[in-house]
């Protein structure tokens, strides 16, 4: 089956959060004109709130974070949504020549050594990129939502992060059914590896499918314990250094 056909679901009030979600959107575009990005880490939610910008014409950029270990269907759909909406998608790599004296001194399987190795890969991979994706804006978006997480059950519409730039997160409130429905009813484009059991993708060593029963999160960074499954992208410096995106993807 499908994602769509496991997942897609009309629940009453959807499309009262779709229009809460619109209006989030408006708001960041008419308070930071020409300085506000989605950060999409292109997975389900992410794939949301592009058509709900592309469809409504709102000036909103649109970035995504391309590690160099993202699996080929992820990084084909950065070709699909400018074909798709005829919008460009900023793509920020990490520093080339960082990645290689990582590998060179760590290995390409450092992320299973430790926690601590694997929060470096994303710091290069995954937080350098987007410092640079942000710099000069002062707003972005992500598809955050309370129910992805326990670190997130509490993600507001809107918050100020640690550089004092406005993070929306207009799908806060929504369900892992609404963000299907709205992809079924849209016919938005989305990653075919949500159709093999894979509801959080990012990057292809540290994603595997989940069986059923297992967590939403489960087949992200699973070899670790469960409070230390961020990738840093959505944690303020001020927190714990979990690391958490930006499903994500982050």
């Not at 506000?36 to 880490?41: G, I, L, M, N, P």
């Not at 399987?109 to 926690?115: E, L, N, V």
């Not at 470096?120 to 129910?147: F, H, V």
């Not at 997130?152 to 299907?180: C, H, I, M």
Request: net charge negative; glycine share 8%; hydrophobic share 40%.
């Amino acid at each position: 089956m499908s994602a769509i056909e496991l997942y897609a679901r009309h629940t009453p009030g959807f499309e009262a959060r779709v229009d809460h979600a619109l209006a989030v959107l408006r708001e960041a575009a008419a308070r930071h004109p020409g300085r506000v990005v989605q950060a999409t880490s292109l997975g389900a939610e992410d794939m949301v709130l592009t058509d709900l910008i592309a469809r409504h014409g709102l000036p909103i950029a649109l970035g995504t974070l391309e590690t160099g270990k993202l699996h080929d269907e992820t990084v084909a759909l950065i070709g699909r949504i400018e074909e798709r909406y005829g919008v460009g998608v900023e793509v920020y790599r990490p520093v080339e020549e960082t990645v290689v004296h990582f590998v060179r001194t760590h290995g390409e399987k450092a992320m299973y050594q430790s926690i601590d190795l694997r929060k470096q890969c994303c710091a290069i991979r995954k937080l350098e990129p987007l410092a640079r994706m942000l710099n000069g804006r002062s707003a972005w978006i992500t598809g955050l939502r309370r129910e992805q997480s326990n670190t997130r059950a509490e993600v507001p519409f809107s918050e100020a992060d640690d550089q004092g730039r406005t993070k929306y997160n207009p799908l806060a409130d929504w369900s892992w059914n609404d963000v299907w429905h709205y992809i079924a009813t849209h016919r938005a484009p989305y990653n075919p590896l949500h159709d093999q059991f894979m509801p959080s993708i990012g990057c292809a060593p540290c994603t595997r499918a989940i069986a059923v029963g297992e967590d939403f999160r489960a087949g992200r960074w699973w070899w670790e314990d469960e409070k230390a499954k961020e990738c840093g992208l959505h944690v303020k410096q001020e927190e714990p250094a979990v690391v958490s995106i930006i499903g994500a993807h982050a």
